[in-house]
């Protein structure tokens, strides 16, 4: 069983719209989790952070956190198509994990104008 | 803050021959740096973990030898692939992290084709 799993994709939403991307996790000590954007050919880079349950926006950007049903979420608002990429859910366990994440099998989101 | 910059860029080696690759953390220091490998169209894979000043940590299934890791310093890891085969032709990328953060920022990747 995957420890992390997202949404299975690919997702396509029309400009203007909100993504919705979700993410589950199997290790319920879990402390901190991550989104990350990854265009085709380029490394992953971080959106957001989240560590407490409840809703942490930035900008068209907004993570939601339930740690009592293990599940993660991030919505995009007002979608645009530069928004087109791979989404990674990352989850730190902590503990002896060593600061290792574990990633989900990612989201592929496409934008169509 | 936290660039993390890697060097090549893209690489195009010699089958047999070894390949070093660098990580640096440019404006903090990483206590903890991660390499992984992406095939096309394949999530990422974590290969090994490193801690400044000590061995890495390698994932099942990587070999230690072949893929030589050092970090010598608190803003530099290299990875070497050794004796480079077709088949570790990847897309090689870092990544760091600071003490007391759980973040990793990533670098830009390393592409590395063995001909």
Redesign the interface.
């Known amino acids: 069983q995957k420890e992390v799993e997202q949404n299975s994709g690919p997702l396509s939403v029309p400009e203007g719209a909100i993504a919705s991307l979700n993410c589950t996790y199997s290790d319920r000590v879990s402390?901190?989790f991550?989104w990350?954007r990854q265009y085709s050919?380029?490394?992953?880079?971080?959106i957001m952070?989240i560590y407490s349950n409840g809703d942490k926006e930035d900008g068209r950007f907004t993570a939601q956190l339930n740690k009592a049903s293990q599940y993660v979420s991030l919505l995009i608002r007002d979608s645009q198509p530069s928004d087109s990429a791979t989404y990674?859910c990352?989850v730190?366990a902590?503990g002896t994990s060593?600061?290792?994440?574990t990633?989900?099998?990612?989201t592929i989101l496409t934008v169509h104008p | 803050g936290a660039v993390v910059s890697q060097h090549p860029s893209w690489v195009i080696c010699k089958s047999g021959t070894s390949v070093k690759i660098e990580c640096r953390s440019l404006d903090f220091q990483a206590t903890?740096m991660?390499w992984y490998r992406q095939f096309p169209k394949q999530?990422?894979m974590?290969m090994a973990?490193s801690?400044e000043g000590s061995k890495a940590?390698y994932e099942q299934g990587v070999e230690k030898d072949k893929f030589l890791i050092n970090h010598a310093s608190l803003t530099l890891s290299t990875l070497t692939v050794t004796s480079a085969h077709p088949e570790d032709s990847s897309?090689y990328?870092c990544s760091a992290?600071l003490a007391g953060d759980?973040?990793?920022?990533?670098?830009?990747?390393t592409r590395l084709t063995v001909l």
């Open positions: 402390q901190s991550f990350y050919g380029k490394s992953p880079e971080l952070s990674l990352a730190y902590g060593y600061g290792k994440l990633f989900g099998q990612g | 903890t991660f999530s990422l974590l973990t801690n940590t897309f990328i992290r759980d973040t990793q920022y990533f670098g830009p990747g």
